[in-house]
């Protein structure tokens, strides 16, 4: 069904009124206080208002907007444009292989959705078989037959709880992709970064991804050891320090430190911290946590909202390029889901990416033993259906960025959680528009 609502977005900062339309992509003065009230009546009742129009100035100024590509809205279907090539690039291109090598964790940390008492995952001693980080690494290399290099990340639970399975995933992957570069990388909370380790991560050239939250009343308050609620600041401290010293190049070159924090004065005092490291501070990133998992959040922590600069970037370059907007879209957001990160699980089953709720079967997308389930994949990718009705009038799709990931309903893919989302993206980017309207128009 076609919609002739407008996808617009009017608003006024310091008495002077703007528009933004998702169509063009383009934000833009209104000259008159007469025009704005007649763009709010489009808006609420479709561009055919603009017949009843009576005053004749307001109705040229409206028609000339609508020639210059103003106040349409064409769409009407949404539907990844990659819809049609997921199957190839399942078939040839798939990007990076994570192997999720155990689930086993020797920390606690608040907002682990392993650790949580009110999540779905739950840490358990499972270890990724021989079996099936064969059938993966299998897997992986018929589909990336496009790529002249190969990567393969490790993730748990903590990985390193399962080293000898690491050793063994490169052993049989160096075998199978022959002369064909393989990338390595691992995400770990540094607690087992020892000598016989380190030295053989070393060797191996692998990227490592630091949980490392900054000082010690920072860490400890979210990252405590399993076992006895220990604190883990020390010896994170120590290897690190460790590797600093005998492998200084391999620290400047290898590590990145994640930092995910709970609010704003933790993250004063993480930055604080952190510009003491001898490392590149693109190498640093501190994250505020995804609350919605954690079970203290009734102790005063803030909302993650956009606070951050890359946000106020990233949607400043999009107001640069071109719409998404056509006939027939989609939101921006979703990758081909296994494409860019597919995630293998300890027992063999294929997932988009490690971020995703693997407990909820929604994102199953297939297993190791029977390949990809082509059917799923184009139901993740297009989780714009899930919303339809409000995508296809939504002003603010050039700025969505709503993957399946955040529309996670325990058991399926649920739009209740998917629109709250919406309202927050909408408050954001609503609020850089009128930041960017007065300062730069
Ligand atoms: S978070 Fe979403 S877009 Fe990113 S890799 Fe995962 S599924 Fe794809
Ligand atoms: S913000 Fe919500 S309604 Fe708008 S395009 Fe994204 S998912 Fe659709």
């Known amino acids: 069904m076609k919609n002739n609502r407008p996808l617009i977005k009017l608003f006024a900062v310091n008495g002077t ?11 833009i003065s209104i000259s008159s206080q007469d025009l704005y009230a007649t763009l709010h009546k489009i808006m609420a009742l479709g561009c055919e208002y603009i017949d009843l129009i009576e005053d004749s100035s307001v109705k040229n100024q409206i028609l000339k907007l609508f020639r210059q590509g103003f106040l349409h809205n064409p769409i009407c279907d949404i539907e990844h444009p990659y819809t049609k090539y997921s199957e190839f690039i399942l078939e040839r291109s798939v990007e990076t292989l994570t192997l999720e090598i155990t689930q086993n964790c020797n920390f606690k940390c608040r907002y682990c959705s392993f650790a949580n008492q009110n999540a779905e995952r739950s840490h358990s001693a499972s270890h990724m078989s021989k079996e099936i980080i064969q059938k993966a690494i299998d897997l992986y290399k018929q589909s990336s037959i496009d790529f002249p290099s190969v990567s393969i ?56 991804l630091i949980s490392y939250d900054g000082p010690q009343e920072v860490q ?81 922590v803030e909302s993650p909202l956009i606070e ?49 709720n693997t407990s909820n079967p929604a ?12 059917d799923k994949v184009n139901t993740l990718l297009n989780i714009g259906q899930i919303s339809k009705e409000r995508c296809t009038n939504c002003w603010a799709i050039n700025f969505c960025s709503m993957c399946c990931a955040q529309c996670d309903g325990i058991n399926n893919l649920d739009d209740t959680i998917k629109k709250q989302r919406c309202a927050i993206l909408k408050k954001n980017v609503l609020s850089f528009l009128k930041q960017y309207a007065s300062t730069s128009l």
């Open 153 to 208: 990340s490790f993730y748990g639970g903590e990985p390193l709880l399962a080293f000898s399975q690491i050793k063994y995933a490169m052993e049989y992957a160096e075998k199978s992709f022959f002369s064909k570069p393989i990338k390595y990388y691992m995400t770990t909370n540094a607690a087992l970064l020892s000598g016989e380790v380190v030295d053989f991560l070393v060797n191996k050239n692998v990227d490592l």
């Open 363 to 374: 994102y199953i997308i297939g297993s190791v033993f029977a390949g990809f389930d082509k």
């Open 308 to 356: 951050d600069d890359r946000d106020q970037k990233d949607f400043e370059s999009i107001l640069n390029k071109e719409s998404v907007v056509t006939d027939i879209c989609h939101h921006s957001g979703p990758c081909v889901p296994g494409g860019k990160k597919l995630f293998v699980t300890t027992n063999g089953d294929l997932y988009p990416c490690e971020k995703v």
């Open 220 to 300: 400890d308050k979210n990252r405590r050891f399993l076992a006895n609620g220990k604190s883990t600041f020390d010896i994170v401290k120590k290897n690190l320090e460790y590797i600093e010293y005998n492998h200084p190049e391999f620290f400047a070159n290898n590590i990145m430190i994640n930092s995910v924090l709970l609010n704003k004065s933790d993250r004063a005092k993480a930055e604080e911290f952190f510009d003491s490291f001898n490392l590149p501070k693109g190498c640093i990133r501190i994250n505020m946590a995804n609350t919605e998992h954690i079970e203290f959040i009734n102790e005063g």
């Open 17 to 27: 009124f703007y528009m933004y339309d998702a169509v063009p992509n383009k934000l």
